[in-house]
């Protein structure tokens, strides 16, 4: 299939190597950067994908629309397609790979729909894609096998779930709430452990019981420049409990983590562990 086109939205660093490595499959990969930072031409360019003035350009050269964006403007991008999309003639399929909740994908499939698109939904999981560590891309939705192929590259690993229009969101969902809430919840718990003076003790503790979760919190340094982007992730996963009559505090517990570490975004060398206890110790205390 290398003859098929990809309109990509959202070049930042994961959308970017994904549009590389299926560039390097061969295919056409398109988008937008007007008004997108240097750093994202840059990235673009090195990627292999190339610039088209607008969305309808987009929506008009492309038989798969994939959107790669932060959830907190998830809906606003389907939106921008969907209007796209009406005043173009053609009708690619638009999959939302984003991490959003399963209620939030029903609902941009509704507004997809109506815009005569076809609508297939995504779930990235793992970081930017490369053979030696391949990320997993779910789709479900009617439709949705195929263009597995379309997507498939030897670093992109590619599952159709079914037809449930909201499946790859709940995938995504349930594996992010477990490592990304874990890494909120574990440095919540150095936090405390400090506030209370017995952080040392509870290091010892865990090294003679749980030496993984001492791992899991000596890893945690290298998600400081994320941060920020698992904000919206925590609410999306919040959101998903709920609809599912799942109590959700723990994930809203776990957004407020990330927001005090704003700081850090999209920081080059991570900051020390204790640096970023302290940053969430401080934040709290200069809350009204």
Do not use: C
Request: no cysteine.
């Amino acid at each position: 299939m290398s003859d098929v086109t990809i309109g990509l939205i959202g070049a930042g660093a994961m959308g970017a190597e994904i549009g590389r490595s299926l560039a390097d499959a061969g295919k056409r990969v398109v988008s937008v950067l007007e008004g997108r930072s240097e750093d994202s031409r840059r990235r673009a360019a090195a990627a292999h994908i190339e610039p088209v003035p607008d969305l309808i350009e987009l929506v008009n050269a492309s038989e798969v629309v994939l959107s790669v964006v932060p959830p907190g403007v998830a809906s606003s991008v389907a939106h921008e397609v969907a209007v796209a999309a009406k005043a173009a003639p053609v009708a690619p399929v638009f999959v939302d790979a984003n991490a959003i909740s399963p209620e939030r994908a029903r609902a941009i499939a509704s507004a997809v729909d109506a815009a005569g698109m076809r609508y297939v939904d995504g779930g990235i999981i793992g970081g930017p894609p490369t053979t030696q560590r391949p990320t997993a891309v779910y789709l479900s939705g009617a439709g949705g096998d195929e263009i597995v192929d379309m997507l498939a590259t030897p670093a992109i690993q590619v599952t159709w779930l079914g037809p449930e229009p909201a499946a790859a969101s709940a995938i995504k969902m349930a594996y992010a709430a477990w490592t990304k809430g874990t890494t909120a919840l574990v440095i919540a718990i150095r936090a405390m452990a400090r506030a209370e003076g017995v952080e040392d003790a509870l290091i010892v503790e865990w090294q003679r019981s749980q030496p993984s979760a001492l791992e899991w919190a000596n890893r945690v340094p290298a998600t400081a420049g994320k941060a920020w982007r698992w904000v919206a992730e925590m609410e999306e996963i919040a959101a998903s409990l709920d609809a599912a009559g799942v109590p959700a505090g723990a994930f809203e517990a776990a957004a407020q983590i990330y927001d005090r570490l704003d700081i850090y975004k999209d920081v080059v060398e991570p900051p020390p562990l204790d640096e970023m206890i302290g940053r969430i110790l401080d934040s709290g205390r200069l809350e009204p």
